[in-house]
């Protein structure tokens, strides 16, 4: 039976295509899968995210802070997501159409919560994602992931800036610090200075106390001094009061003096302004002197050109009048003989315009060069000017007459001949045979029509002569008649005939013969008709024969040239034609240049006559130039002599001026101070009156004073004991605060630092197995969902119960089944992983791959056949339920871990679980020991199925079910059962 299964196989075309073609379903189910889901999240940069930034910059700690710019010029250089950076209002937008699966944005107040970190109550920087889950959940977890990765990234950022402005402040800080030690340290070199100022000012102070002591004592005498200063200071105030008097005096008087001063001052600047300037313009006349007189002579000589130029202009001017006079002639004639030809020229350029017209009669004229008319000799001419003569006097309309009267004749006698014919045609007996004269009737009849064609030849023959068409129809005309006199005696010769039969026939002959030469008479007649309308224009034809004779060939070919030339000409034409008024604008330009000539040669006269005063007068110019250039020098060194004087004047002056100046200034100074000087002495009167006054104060005083220098000679020592303690808490404090600086200043807090504040931590990644993409990780999944996939389809498509010999055994059914099987799930396990492989899924360990598929492929395939040939269709949807069953409960994609609890329990006993774990061993390693387990538990259900499907074909042998399925007829299946007799209807 294994053989004859393989026998309908063989022969059976279509389930050898669904057996070949099947082996094939599970690579295609396969690489369809894994193809759309390769590297997603190699492709993230592809996501499209919008981001939109409303955040506005804030000032911290006297820097910029703007962390929306600083975001979105991070995200720019990011590729991890497609951001796309829109307005609120477009991310909103695009959004609700599915343009971006989320949109994160940066809230305006996202810097300045920023800068609130040291403030009493900080505000945190919050920014929001919001995400469309139904457009693709996974591109909303992706999204998830991005946005937290942005938010750790904005979080080190902003935690950055903040422990840099701190390490700003400790920098400051320890600047300060350092600057303090300084400043103890020049507190401490203070004291120093204090204690030895405090010792110099004990001593002061005892010497202070010893001179106070004195001063005590010397305070009486001061008093009678003091009396004798006021007494003469009185008598001082009255000598500068007349002092005063005096200086005002002057004082009003200098103005008058220091006008006249300026006045002066001023007029000798003026003076040695104009000698300079003066100076100047005869240098330049001295130096353009020489070029002068070069001028003056060159001069001279053109003036005598010019002199001899003019007279032969003047010479020549009477020729060159009366040339324009005949110039304005010419051009009147011309103009005269233009408007003559302007008709002709109209018709010859609106012909020339019409290339239709111009290739008719260049047509016309090929045809008259070809027809021969052209080039004819004056013989030829003659004898055909002669024959158109006879033919214009060849009467056509008499011949016209003639014929219709001739058909006529004939038409009446053919109906005679006809009405006189015997009624029968079967009477014999003749007494007479008037054969001869039927005979003689038919040729007449053929002459007269062999003439009437003669005649309509020469009508129509274009050579023909009036004396060729007079003798063809005087022909047609004899022949009729004797055609007419032919069927006379014809007709006679009737009522002796006895042989009717012979008779009627020539005398239809006859008739026929008439009737065709009565036929050809009208088509002459209308021949005729023609050549009188030819005729007509013989007079008009004549004249130009007789002129064609003058012309040759070569003439008509040379004309037609001229036509084509004339056509390409047709613009130049219409110009000519229409130059009249540009020859009129030319014949008035000419009289207006006649006119000119006239008074130009008045004016060449003149000029003549102007040109001799000229010359005489630049003769006189040049023989004074001596004279001139001589005074010139001598002016010329005058004024350098005044020059050279000028600045010692000016400089004098100035001094002048400026010495009243200051007299001036000293005496109005003086002036001003006389105020000054009375009240002082006023005041120094006023003040020794008081000082005067004032002496038993200054006793008391003096007392007071050296009684407070007693005391503070007393405690200078508690002073100095105080000093001595200053120094040396100055020196502590020096020496502290220059420690804590150091220890400050020597921090590292660079930019590293700040940005170990903002990330402590790094994590790193190691891979025990590698794994490179999403397609590898879910090929395992895929790989053994397609295999069992390709067993159900087997299974459907191939007639599992079908027998391939009646009357075998249920052994013999049961290995041609597993036969058929185990070859169809080597293929699909062989063909899977193979291609694969060469479809770009990297394999660590190829042999295992392919030893795990054939397994796995083997044992769904006798799952299902035990499953389809126990129960049948029910069979097969319990296979599919278990397929279900192993998507969820197999591990192949999410962790069993967070999988629901009824998965795990059934997680044991899929085979699809040990499937996947060792293709992830032979795919990517990682798993060790996998695939030894994979394969033992494979080949376990691989067995356990083969060994239940023999008894189960046993048992159907048994129900006589051996060969039946309900596949092999599914129409049933659809109809409706009838419930009494349970059958199907």
């Not at 990765?149 to 610090?177: C, E």
């Not at 009437?452 to 274009?462: E, F, M």
């Not at 009240?679 to 004073?705: D, E, F, M, R």
Request: proline content about 3%; glycine content about 10%.
């Amino acid at each position: 039976m294994i053989k004859g299964e393989w026998d309908y196989i063989r022969h059976n075309r279509l389930i050898l295509i669904s057996v070949l073609a099947i082996m094939f379903i599970p690579f295609l189910y396969c690489i369809f899968f894994l193809k759309s889901v390769w590297d997603p999240y190699g492709e993230t940069g592809e996501l499209p995210v919008a981001v939109v930034n409303q955040d506005k910059p804030v000032t911290y700690q006297g820097q910029k802070l703007n962390v929306g710019d600083q975001t979105v010029t991070n995200l720019k250089k990011n590729k991890q997501l497609g951001w796309k950076f829109v307005s609120a209002k477009t991310a909103a937008d695009g959004l609700k159409h599915h343009k971006y699966y989320t949109v994160i944005t940066l809230p305006k107040n996202f810097s300045s919560n920023a800068a609130t970190a040291l403030d009493k109550h900080p505000k945190k920087m919050t920014f929001t994602y919001k995400t469309n889950g139904s457009a693709n959940y996974i591109a909303q977890v992706m999204s998830e992931v991005g946005s937290d990765k942005l938010d750790s990234q904005i979080r080190a950022k902003v935690t950055k800036a903040y422990a840099q402005a701190t390490f700003k402040q400790i920098y400051t800080v320890g600047q300060g610090m350092k600057k303090a030690a300084k400043g103890s340290a020049q507190l401490k070199d203070g004291t120093v200075t204090l204690t030895d100022g405090l010792n110099t000012y004990t001593t002061g102070v005892k010497t202070l106390n010893n001179g106070l002591q004195q001063m005590k004592t010397s305070v009486t005498p001061l008093a009678t001094g003091i009396q004798q200063l006021s007494t003469g200071s009185a008598t001082l105030a009255s000598g500068l009061s007349q002092y005063t008097a005096g200086v005002s005096k002057l004082n009003s008087n200098m103005p008058t003096l220091q006008a006249g001063a300026s006045k002066l001052n001023s007029g000798t600047y003026s003076y040695v302004d104009g000698v300079y300037k003066l100076n100047s313009g005869l240098g330049q006349m001295s130096s353009k002197v020489g070029p002068l007189a070069s001028g003056v002579t060159q001069l001279k000589t053109g003036s005598n050109s010019l002199t001899k130029g003019l007279k032969k202009l003047d010479a020549n001017s009477s020729q060159l009048t009366s040339g324009s006079s005949q110039i304005a002639d010419g051009l009147t004639q011309m103009q005269t003989l233009l408007n003559q030809l302007g008709p002709s020229l109209t018709t010859l350029s609106t012909m020339t315009k019409d290339p239709t017209k111009l290739a008719a009669l260049s047509s016309l004229l090929n045809d008259l060069s070809a027809s021969g008319l052209v080039g004819m000799t004056s013989e030829q001419s003659k004898a055909l000017l002669a024959s158109l003569e006879e033919v214009q006097d060849f009467d056509i309309a008499g011949t016209q007459t003639q014929l219709k009267t001739a058909q006529d004749g004939i038409a009446l006698q053919i109906a005679a001949v006809k009405q006189a014919q015997p009624a029968t045609t079967g009477t014999t007996g003749s007494t007479t045979d008037n054969s001869t004269e039927v005979q003689n009737a038919k040729d007449a009849a053929d002459a007269a029509d062999a003439a009437a064609d003669s005649l309509k030849t020469v009508i129509g023959s274009s050579g023909a002569t009036s004396g060729d068409i007079s003798k063809a129809a005087n022909d047609v005309k004899t022949a009729t008649a004797k055609s007419d006199t032919a069927a006379s005696l014809v007709k006679a010769s009737k009522a002796t005939s006895s042989d009717d039969s012979d008779y009627v026939s020539k005398v239809n002959a006859l008739i026929d013969s008439v009737v065709t030469l009565n036929t050809t008479l009208t088509s002459v007649s209308t021949k005729l008709g023609e050549l009188a309308t030819v005729q007509a224009l013989l007079p008009k034809v004549t004249p130009l024969l007789a002129d064609a004779s003058a012309f040759s060939a070569q003439d008509i070919q040379d004309l037609g040239s001229a036509l084509t030339t004339l056509q390409a000409k047709a613009g130049l034409i219409s110009q000519l034609g229409t130059a009249s008024d540009s020859l009129g604008q030319l014949v008035t330009g000419a009289k207006q240049l006649s006119t000119g000539l006239d008074t130009y040669t008045a004016g060449v006269n003149s000029a003549l006559g102007g040109s001799k005063q000229l010359t005489t007068g630049l003769n006189t110019l040049n023989s004074n130039i001596p004279a001139l250039t001589s005074g010139v020098s001598q002016l010329l060194d005058g004024s350098n002599t005044l020059a050279k004087k000028g600045s010692e004047l000016t400089s004098g002056t100035a001094s002048l001026n400026s010495g009243i100046g200051q007299v001036a200034s000293g005496v109005s100074q003086l002036n001003g101070n006389s105020a000054q000087l009375n009240s002082g002495a006023s005041q120094l009167s006023s003040g020794l009156s008081t000082l005067n006054g004032k002496i038993p104060t200054l006793t008391s005083g003096v007392n007071q004073l050296a009684d407070g220098s007693a005391k503070l000679d007393a405690n200078s020592n508690k002073l100095m004991q105080g000093t001595k303690k200053l120094n040396k808490g100055t020196g502590t404090l020096a020496k502290s605060l220059k420690s804590g600086a150091d220890q400050i200043n020597a921090q590292p807090l660079t930019s590293k630092t700040a940005d170990m504040f903002a990330a402590p931590t790094h994590l790193k990644h190691e891979s025990y197995s590698y794994v490179p993409n999403y397609g590898h990780a879910l090929a395992p999944y895929v790989l053994s969902v397609a295999l069992y996939v390709g067993a159900l389809v087997f299974n459907f498509a191939f007639p599992i119960r079908k027998v391939s010999m009646a009357g075998g055994s249920a052994s013999g059914w049961y290995l041609s089944k597993l036969s058929i099987g185990a070859v169809e799930g080597l293929a699909m396990g062989v063909i899977e992983p193979s291609l694969m492989m060469l479809a770009g899924l990297s394999v660590d360990h190829p042999m295992q791959m392919i030893l795990i598929s054939v397994l796995f492929a083997e044992a769904s395939m006798f799952i299902v056949m035990f499953l389809s040939m126990l129960l049948d269709n029910p069979g097969r949807f319990i296979a599919m339920v278990l397929l279900m069953l192993q998507l969820g409960g197999s591990g192949g994609t999410f962790p069993m871990e967070v999988t629901n609890h009824f998965y795990n329990v059934v997680h044991p006993f899929l085979p699809m679980t040990y499937s996947i774990l060792g293709f992830r061993e032979a795919i990517t390693s990682g798993m060790s020991g996998m695939v030894g387990l994979a394969t033992w538990v494979l080949l376990l259900f691989t067995v356990g199925a083969i060994a239940l499907l023999w008894p189960t074909m046993w048992w159907l042998q048994k129900k006589h079910l051996m060969g039946v399925s309900q596949l092999d007829d599914n129409q049933k299946l659809q109809e409706v059962e009838d419930p009494n007799t349970n059958s199907h209807s």
